[in-house]
């Protein structure tokens, strides 16, 4: 009853978003970000559906379209990488023609719930994994193709960076076929040096929290760190202190079920303490600098502002586009341990896999599922490493290829290895939407000169989480 009961809710309020919006947000979305007519010959090609798996190719001349979603075809390096997949594949495949759908990161998944809702939707539909829940809960009959008998057999399960965090209520509904990302701490070796601070000496909060101490002069800083109604107010701090001390923000156990009001974590004496310590290295050491967007504190760091920046592997990319004379200045070094009571924890980041579904509305199934299954391979591999993210396939990330060519980004891939425990994602239910908006709303009142008490922000947010799973 409770999961109808919640199922009931989301369809409501989508559906409230859904005549708001009308329905012609497929034409919209493809204005978005789909190539204008002289470049769309790349972003819309015509290839053939897979019958051969080993190579692509098809025995038929039967002419079908496939539609693709994504978040990240606004992005140059993603449009660029998106294309050039697109364009390999024609090759083999003259007889499909793959049209690609989206619009900016903050207008995308409103585009997605009303597209749903239409019976609309793209054949492809590219999220995080933690999107799947939601998505796939509005229809009661499920959105999304159960991919098990798909992927069965192909050896891909073990070899896809967060391919297990693919699963809901037993059926595989996505593929980590193209990239992912977690973070490391980038540093100016140039600033560094002239404080007198090895970074390789960083090697727990307190380690960073000294060395960082080192910049602070009025009106300076270390790092700068978001503080708004951007998401980052509460990933930055959960990926960095939060979640590696007390293994999940939001539930026990590395964020998994059961996903019950008595397993919430929020205010578990862990969480209080790292909210504390993050609000202390903001506004009592004045390590870091209030901004309202992450682009802010990346341009901090690009004009040598400040000497360090958190970040993925997508930031190497960018600082090159940015000013290539800046990467002979630029290292990096993996999230530092925690030690909390006398015990080290050690670093257990997000994983930020991006993940792509078959809509059950496809009519082509079979090929939709060819195309997405070459992406893994090493040949699509090599193309989805330009969009600067570490590609899925761990088989090619670890490759000599791999590491001569992405040397600085290879770095992260180490660090998961040796340095990180297991990467920790949030929970992929549907309620994550409300609970994210909980959290953020606390984070808000804590991180930002507003200075909220800690320990009462965080029992109001384990209160309005539990009620939010006890519906």
Not at 132 to 157: C, H, K, M, N, V
Not at 408 to 414: G, N, R, T
């Amino acid at each position: 009853m409770k999961k109808l009961k919640s199922v009931f809710l989301i369809m409501f309020s989508l559906m409230i978003i859904f005549t708001m919006t009308a329905c012609g947000k497929k034409s919209e979305s493809t204005d978005a970000s789909k190539k204008d007519s002289d470049s769309a010959d790349s972003s819309e090609t015509e290839v053939s559906p897979g019958k051969d798996t080993s190579s692509g190719t098809s025995d038929t001349d039967e002419k079908i379209t496939l539609s693709f979603s994504t978040s990240v075809y606004v992005e140059e390096p993603h449009q660029k990488a998106i294309d050039g997949l697109i364009a390999a594949y024609n090759k083999k495949n003259p007889n499909v023609t793959i049209e690609i759908y989206g619009a900016g990161y903050d207008g995308y998944w409103d585009n997605i719930t009303t597209e749903i809702l239409a019976n609309n939707e793209s054949d492809m539909i590219q999220v995080y994994p933690e999107n799947i829940s939601t998505y796939q809960a509005i229809r009661p009959e499920g959105t999304f193709i159960d991919l098990t008998p798909y992927i069965q057999g192909t050896g891909l399960e073990d070899k896809l960076v967060g391919q297990e965090l693919c699963s809901v209520d037993n059926q595989v509904l996505a593929i980590s076929n193209y990239a992912w990302g977690t973070t490391g701490i980038f540093y100016r070796k140039s600033l560094l040096k002239e404080a007198g601070v090895d970074p390789e000496s960083i090697k727990t909060q307190e380690d960073f929290r000294n060395a960082c101490k080192k910049f602070v002069k009025e009106g300076k800083h270390a790092m700068g760190v978001v503080s708004g109604t951007h998401a980052f107010t509460i990933s930055e701090w959960n990926r960095l202190i939060a979640r590696p001390v007390s293994g999940g923000l939001y539930f026990k156990n590395n964020e998994s079920g059961p996903y019950t009001a008595e397993n919430v974590n929020v205010n578990c004496p862990e969480n209080v303490w790292a909210a504390k310590w993050w609000q202390d290295f903001i506004l009592k050491d004045k390590a870091a600098k209030l901004v309202p967007d992450k682009k802010d504190s990346r341009e901090m760091f690009w004009n040598n502002e400040v000497p360090f920046n958190m970040d993925g592997p997508w930031f190497v990319g960018m600082t090159r586009e940015r000013d290539e004379s800046l990467m002979d200045d630029i290292g990096i070094i993996p999230q530092f341990d925690i030690v909390y009571e006398g015990k080290n924890y050690k670093p257990n980041p997000t994983n930020y896999p991006l993940v792509t579904m078959i809509s059950k509305n496809c009519k082509h199934p079979d090929e939709a599922w060819e195309f997405l299954k070459w992406m893994a391979s090493d040949e699509a591999q090599a193309i989805i490493a330009e969009c600067g993210m570490i590609p899925s396939n761990i088989d090619y990330s670890t490759s000599e290829e791999y590491i001569q060519n992405h040397s600085l980004e290879y770095q992260i891939v180490d660090f998961m290895k040796n340095n990180y425990t297991d990467l920790i994602a949030d929970p992929n239910i549907p309620q994550l939407g409300e609970l994210s908006q909980i959290m953020l709303d606390v984070g808000q009142a804590m991180f930002s000169e507003q200075a909220a008490d800690v320990q009462t922000e965080m029992n109001k947010a384990q209160k309005a989480i539990e009620e939010v799973m006890s519906r």
